[in-house]
């Protein structure tokens, strides 16, 4: 059973950068495709970056090309969101979430396709 924990989030300004941090433990990490998602209030959970499991492929939805970058340490087994030039619509509950893909070297952007998440870290960007 794989477990995630994010942290890193918090308040900060527009304009202000944070860095998100998922940490995990119980599977074999460098075997785990992952992924960010958030869910701000009265939307849907969404998809924000996603990784393979070497870290050499990643997708980022439309609204934060060019601001966040998704990287992972599978030394660490950790992987993480570096989020730039925060807009108040990045606002949101931030998650993390995994799925084993032993035999893919893919990337995986939907949300139904991961077994694994954590709780939640929540960004919230002033205006």
């Known amino acids: 059973q794989v477990q995630l924990v994010e942290s890193g989030g918090g308040l900060v300004q527009t304009g202000g950068s944070l860095r998100l941090s998922c940490a995990a433990s119980g599977g074999t990490f460098i075997l785990l495709a992952m992924g960010w998602f958030r869910q701000a209030p009265g939307k849907e959970r969404e998809t924000v970056a996603v990784i393979n499991k070497s870290g050499g492929s990643t997708y980022y939805t439309d609204s934060v090309k060019g601001r966040f970058t998704i990287s992972r340490d599978n030394d660490k087994n950790t992987m993480y969101l570096q989020m730039n030039s925060l807009k108040p619509e990045d606002t949101a509950l931030y998650y993390c979430?995994?799925?084993?893909?032993?035999?893919?070297?893919?990337?995986?952007?939907?949300?139904?396709?991961?077994?694994?998440w954590g709780h939640g870290t929540q960004v919230t960007v002033s205006s």
């Open positions: 979430a995994a799925r084993y893909a032993p035999f893919s070297s893919t990337y995986y952007a939907r949300q139904d396709t991961y077994n694994y």
